[in-house]
């Protein structure tokens, strides 16, 4: 379940040496609104979507009354399949009338991106703002599944208390705040991913929602690659998980055979949810209990470490709620800050331990980090932004051989 799949080196180009220049030496007293769309520019004569980053933050704490989910127990495991699908009937109203291509116009609720996740060879794509994951390996998607590192790509938003959260932490777009970054209860994120696998390696997702994308960065405006929903999350900031993390984090995937029904998102099936790690069990090879794994999905697809929850795009040796807990920045505003990796198959207890405690959502995993509360987009985007003011000062801004150093922004689940 893990948030951006940046590359061991992302080199800024020449014009965005300049643009980066331009924005810092002209825009202090920027009001929002300011942040990129995307990597680039659809072409001329290009016809199809293009995506509009919502950034429009709330400026006061957005009220939520009665949230639905509040009404079942996640931590029973009669009730975590209708928790979940609480959250998703919540993410899906208004959203479904246009299958997501404009969160930031819903009239049921508004839902909001995190900035700066456009730059690099991973950056947000122009036809839906997605980025890239982390690719699938062979036989991970199946018996069926053999094409290797299959492209997969993704897109996040927040609900309008997420939002106002993220606005907080780019109130000033020239100093992002990481301290900020302390999300409300209710809040909830909702995040889509599709693959590029070809669809007789993965015939159960005939049916699925299907979107073009700019993955391949074409110059002309032909048609795109379509990619199909494989995967969707949820993570909802839920007071009754303030003994683990604070944080109750589900995956669904999409199963043909799930529904008749011609709506995409009636074939979304649980794959599970998750509260917390349970290292003391994991670590003595118990089935933990600060989780619940679907028994009837349809398709056994990997979870993750020793069994706790993952989805069927995310790395089989990481976590869900292992790996958001890693999001955070160091005090010291460095954009390339070490980023510990999963565990390796024959991890020391000590090693597995450190990585499957549970933190709570304003605990940072590192000392001398700052907590960005679960937030990988959040990570990534000011890192992003970090390593590109660091190699576009004001004096120097329109200089095409300021190298930006190679960049630590990788996903936990890239090797």
């Known amino acids: 379940m893990d948030f951006i ?28 609104a300011a942040f990129p769309d995307a990597r680039d520019r659809p072409p001329p004569g290009w016809q199809g979507p293009v995506f509009k980053l919502s950034q429009n933050y709330p400026r006061s704490l957005p009220a939520i009354s009665n949230p639905p989910w509040l009404q079942f127990d996640f931590t029973d495991p009669s009730q975590a399949p209708r928790y979940m699908n609480a959250v998703l009937n919540y993410c899906m109203q208004g959203n479904t009338t246009n299958n997501f291509a404009d969160v930031g116009a819903n009239r049921v609720r508004k839902w909001y991106h995190a900035p700066w996740l456009h730059e690099g060879p991973a950056g947000r794509e122009f036809i839906h703002g997605m980025t890239r994951e982390r690719p699938s390996r062979r036989g991970e998607l199946g018996s069926l599944h053999t094409t290797d590192r299959t492209q997969n790509w993704a897109v996040g938003f927040y609900n309008g ?33 599709f693959t590029a696998t070809p669809l007789a390696e993965v015939p159960y997702l005939e049916g699925s929602l299907e979107w073009e994308a700019d993955i391949n960065r074409a110059s002309d405006a032909g048609p795109r690659p379509k990619l199909r929903l494989l995967q969707l999350d949820i993570a909802v900031r839920d007071p009754r998980a303030n003994t683990t993390t604070g944080w109750v984090l589900g995956t669904f995937q999409y199963e043909k055979a799930a529904s008749t029904s011609p709506n995409w998102w009636r074939h979304l099936v649980p794959v599970g949810l998750m509260w917390g790690n349970d290292a003391p069990r994991v670590l003595i090879n118990q089935p933990p209990r600060e ?24 790395n089989p040796r990481s976590a869900c709620i292992a790996c958001h807990a890693q999001a955070q920045i160091n005090k010291v505003n460095d954009p390339q800050p070490a980023l510990p990796n999963p565990p390796a198959d024959n991890a020391s207890a000590a090693t597995l331990q450190r990585y499957l ?36 000062p004001i004096g120097a801004a329109s200089s095409e051989s300021a190298p930006l150093r190679p960049s630590r922004i990788v996903t936990r689940d890239d090797e």
């Open 5 to 32: 799949d940046g590359a061991r080196t992302q080199p800024l180009r020449p014009v965005a040496h300049l643009a980066i220049g331009l924005y810092l030496l002209f825009n202090s007293s920027l009001t929002l």
């Open 161 to 193: 208390r997420g939002g106002y959260t993220i606005g907080r932490v780019w109130a000033d777009e020239q100093n992002p705040d990481p301290t900020k970054a302390v999300f409300p209860l209710h809040t909830v994120s909702c995040k889509l991913i």
């Open 357 to 392: 405690r549970n933190i709570g959502p304003a605990e940072p995993f590192s000392p001398d980090y700052t907590s960005l509360d679960y937030s990988l987009q959040l990570e990534v985007g000011i890192a992003r932004f970090l390593a590109a003011r660091a190699n576009a």
């Open 291 to 314: 989780q619940w794994i679907n028994p009837d999905r349809g398709q056994q697809l990997h979870l993750g470490l020793r069994g706790l929850l993952n989805g069927p795009i995310d």
